[in-house]
C-alpha cells in the first residue's frame, strides 16, 4: 500500500499513526478512534492537497497576477 501512496497520503499516514498512538495511550476505543482518526485523515489530506497545488502553480509561474 505504501509503494503507490503519494507524499502526502505517506505524511497523513505518518501523521495518524502518530495520533493513534496517542489516543491508545488516552484510553479511546478502537470505534471511538477510527472516526476521529479517518475525520483527521480527511482534513490532512485535503489540506495539503490544497497547499501542494498552489506550490506546483508558483512552480509553474502560474499564481494569479503574475
Do not use: P, W, Y
Amino acid at each position: 500500500m505504501r509503494d503507490h501512496a503519494n507524499i502526502e497520503q505517506l505524511l497523513v499516514l505518518a501523521n495518524i499513526e502518530s495520533m493513534n498512538a496517542e489516543f491508545i495511550r488516552m484510553g479511546l476505543g478502537q470505534a471511538e478512534r477510527l472516526i476521529r482518526l479517518n475525520g483527521i485523515a480527511i482534513h490532512q489530506l485535503q489540506s495539503l492537497l490544497s497547499v501542494s497545488g498552489t506550490i506546483k502553480a508558483l512552480g509553474n509561474g502560474k499564481e494569479e497576477g503574475h
